[in-house]
Each structure stands twice: as C-alpha cells, then as structure tokens.
C-alpha cells in the first residue's frame, strides 16, 4: 500500500518535472500532451466511481424489485385489505341493526306484558279482599287465562329475540380475525417501507425482507376477496362432506 | 352430558354456550386453545367437543389429531365450527376425523342442526 502511494506519488512528480521541462524548452505540444496524461488518471478514477455507484445502485433496485412480499403487498394484499375492513364494516353494521332491530321488537312486548300483569295482579288483590262481584270476577277470570296463553306467546318471541341478540354478537370473533391479519399487512408495508428509506439512504445490501411468519389458515371468508376455492356458506360444506361420506 | 367448548375469542365461546343451553345442553366448559382444551379432555367428564379451528398455539386440528390419536378419547364425537372454509381444510378436518363442519357465521339453527345428526349417528 505505502510502496504503491509512493510509486504513483514518484510517477506524478516525474510526469510534472517532465511538463515544467516541456515548457521551459517552449515545446507546447509535449507540454498539452503530458497535461492530458495528467487529466486522464483522474478520469479514469471519476468513472470508475461512477461505474462502482451505479452497480451498487442496480444492485439495490433489482434486490428490491424481485422481493415478491413487496409485489403481494402492491397487487393483491392491500386492495384486499380494503375489501377486508369494509367487510368488516357490514358485519358490525349488520349485528348493530339486529340487535336493536330485536330490542325495538322486545321493548313494547314486555312494557305490554308488565301493564297486563300490573293490571291483573290490581283485579287479583280486590278479589283476594272480596271487594269483586261474581260478574266482574268471571271477566277477570276470563282475562287471567287469556293473559297466560298471550304471556307464554310472548315470552317464546323474547327468547326468539334474545338468541337473534345472541347470535348477532359472532361478529367480534369474525371481525377480529379479519382486524388481526390487517394489522400484519401493516407491519409488513412498514418493514418494506423502512427497507426502501434503507435502500434509498445509500447503504446498501443484499439481504432480503425476512420471510413474516404466514399462517397458511385463511381466516373468515371475505366476499368479493376469498377465491373460488373457499366455500362461502354452510351449504357448501354440507355438499362436500356428504360427497365424502358424511 | 357435559360439553366442552374451545375457542380463542371469548364473545364466541359465550355464544356457544348460550345456544347449547337453549338446546338443553346446560352443562358446559370452556377453553380458549387447543392445549388447556385437551387436557380439560384427559381429565375426563366430556362426552363432546364444540371446536374453533384457527387458534393461537395448539389449533382445533391439532386437538382433533390428538383426540384421534388418544385411545381414551378417540369416539369422541367432535363438532367444528370455525371460519375456515377453504375446500382443502373440509377435506382435512374430514380425513382428521371430525363428526360435523359449521363455518362461521353460523345460525342457531345450523348449529342445533349438526348437533343432533352427531347424536343421531352415535345412537344409530
């Protein structure tokens, strides 16, 4: 290393006694010429950097382009997403609109129920303290009967409504699955994103995006995303488990 | 007729548990993954397994396999009901053993349905 600085710092000052020499023999051509040696070495080096930075440069790009995370991500992954947390959307809307669809149906059933039981059990007390005459005592009577067949009526459309309330609640599952994997494909564009910043700061590498874990379950179906290989309705499953057997 | 009930998200094992006690089915446990799930079943007591699919840790066919694979377990009738509903995962759970397949989101009547073609093919 320092025989070779000293080597070319030797054939530098040689080159420059030669062109002051040149000069003082007032031979101009010689002088032009020894200066284009001079100016040559320097470009030859300007190039060779910039030959250096442009292969690092391709280098860089192609390393970032062949990354198919980064191609999923553009493509298929986050239009996908869209169409995931929309979906998300209909389903909490849709469990929002049962439940209280069911709630607005309860509450004026049992606001009815309870003036009907309050009503009666008033009738029932005046009985129970012989202020009733049998007249008014066979239309209570009458009441009290109709009241139990319209009550057991009514009690069988509240459970009804209930299990509506129930079952509108499965959407916290669904959604939360589909919220979970919105999240991943969040941290993977960040990483991608902070590996471009990476790239484009000047340091290069080779190294690839480490592979994000990717479960191989596919979570809710998703219309309008799932492919054609997911069965979309209970009926389906049905189909397929009897035509193995089932 | 004791139930055990095995998924991840809370909200879902409620609703599970809630629909079973409509159908008469009153008495219920519960686990939140495949692993706590299949001890619950080597203590014994369980005559049926409701199971979720994609969990975190042990997942539902991997308790499945296991149930399978338990000579103390392995007729016990098993019921998923789950989000996945790819062509290949039915096809699985089938060759894993699985009694009936509800995808979620599934209706009261769906699961009531299943439930008692299971116990129908078991009486048989």
Same mark, same amino acid.
């Given at each position: 290393?320092?025989?070779?600085?000293?080597?070319?710092?030797?054939?530098?000052?040689?080159?420059? @006694?030669?062109?002051?020499?040149?000069? =003082?023999?007032?031979?101009?051509?010689?002088? +032009? $010429?020894?200066?284009? &040696?001079?100016?040559?070495?320097?470009?030859?080096?300007?190039?060779?950097?910039?030959? @250096?930075?442009?292969?690092?440069?391709? =280098?860089?790009?192609?390393?970032?382009?062949? +990354? $198919?995370?980064?191609? &999923?991500?553009?493509?298929?992954?986050?239009?996908?997403?869209?169409?995931?947390?929309?979906?998300?959307?209909?389903?909490?809307?849709?469990s929002a609109d049962t439940t209280l669809g069911a709630v607005e149906a309860l509450l004026p059933l049992s606001d009815r129920m309870s003036t009907q039981t309050a009503d009666l059990g008033e009738k029932w007390s005046r009985f129970l303290r012989k202020e009733m005459d049998y007249g008014e005592f066979k239309t209570v009577s009458n009441e009290l009967v109709q009241h139990f067949t319209s009550s057991s009526e009514t009690l069988a459309i509240m459970q009804a409504k209930l299990n509506e309330v129930l079952m509108a609640q499965?959407?916290?599952?669904?959604?939360?699955?589909?919220?979970?994997?919105?999240?991943?494909?969040?941290?993977?564009?960040?990483?991608?994103?902070?590996?471009?910043?990476?790239?484009?700061?000047?340091?290069?590498?080779?190294?690839?995006?480490?592979?994000?874990?990717?479960?191989?379950?596919?979570?809710?179906?998703?219309?309008?995303?799932?492919?054609?290989?997911?069965?979309?309705?209970?009926?389906?499953?049905?189909?397929?488990?009897?035509?193995?057997?089932? | 007729m004791k139930i055990?009930?095995?998924?991840?998200?809370?909200?879902?094992?409620r609703i599970v548990k809630n629909l079973l006690r409509d159908l008469g089915f009153v008495n219920t446990?519960?686990?939140?993954?495949?692993?706590?799930?299949?001890?619950?079943?080597?203590?014994?007591?369980?005559?049926?397994?409701?199971?979720?699919?994609?969990?975190?840790?042990?997942?539902?066919?991997?308790?499945?396999?296991?149930?399978?694979?338990?000579?103390?377990?392995?007729?016990?009738?098993?019921?998923?009901?789950?989000?996945?509903?790819?062509?290949?995962?039915?096809?699985?759970?089938?060759?894993?053993?699985?009694?009936?397949?509800?995808?979620?989101?599934?209706t009261a009547a769906t699961l009531k349905e299943?439930i008692e073609?299971?116990f129908?093919?078991?009486?048989?």
């Amino acid at each position: 290393m320092q025989a070779q600085r000293k080597e070319s710092l030797a054939a530098r000052l040689n080159c420059a @006694k030669q062109f002051v020499a040149a000069l =003082e023999e007032g031979d101009e051509q010689l002088a +032009d $010429e020894i200066l284009d &040696n001079i100016a040559s070495v320097q470009e030859s080096r300007l190039f060779q950097e910039v030959g @250096k930075l442009t292969r690092e440069l391709h =280098e860089g790009i192609s390393g970032f382009t062949v +990354d $198919e995370r980064i191609a &999923n991500l553009t493509k298929r992954e986050i239009p996908d997403a869209k169409e995931r947390l929309n979906y998300v959307i209909t389903m909490t809307q849709q469990s929002a609109d049962t439940t209280l669809g069911a709630v607005e149906a309860l509450l004026p059933l049992s606001d009815r129920m309870s003036t009907q039981t309050a009503d009666l059990g008033e009738k029932w007390s005046r009985f129970l303290r012989k202020e009733m005459d049998y007249g008014e005592f066979k239309t209570v009577s009458n009441e009290l009967v109709q009241h139990f067949t319209s009550s057991s009526e009514t009690l069988a459309i509240m459970q009804a409504k209930l299990n509506e309330v129930l079952m509108a609640q499965g959407f916290q599952d669904l959604t939360g699955q589909i919220i979970k994997r919105v999240i991943h494909l969040v941290q993977d564009v960040e990483h991608s994103m902070v590996e471009m910043i990476r790239i484009s700061g000047g340091r290069f590498s080779s190294a690839k995006n480490p592979a994000i874990a990717k479960t191989n379950l596919e979570g809710p179906a998703v219309p309008g995303v799932s492919d054609e290989d997911t069965i979309i309705n209970q009926d389906g499953v049905d189909d397929l488990l009897s035509s193995l057997g089932f | 007729m004791k139930i055990l009930i095995v998924d991840d998200f809370s909200t879902m094992r409620r609703i599970v548990k809630n629909l079973l006690r409509d159908l008469g089915f009153v008495n219920t446990a519960e686990a939140d993954d495949g692993q706590s799930g299949l001890s619950k079943l080597q203590s014994g007591s369980i005559d049926f397994l409701v199971t979720d699919w994609n969990m975190p840790g042990m997942s539902g066919l991997e308790l499945l396999k296991a149930v399978r694979a338990d000579p103390n377990l392995s007729s016990l009738p098993v019921l998923m009901v789950t989000a996945e509903a790819k062509r290949e995962q039915i096809i699985e759970a089938a060759h894993a053993g699985v009694n009936g397949y509800v995808i979620k989101p599934f209706t009261a009547a769906t699961l009531k349905e299943k439930i008692e073609k299971i116990f129908e093919r078991i009486e048989a």
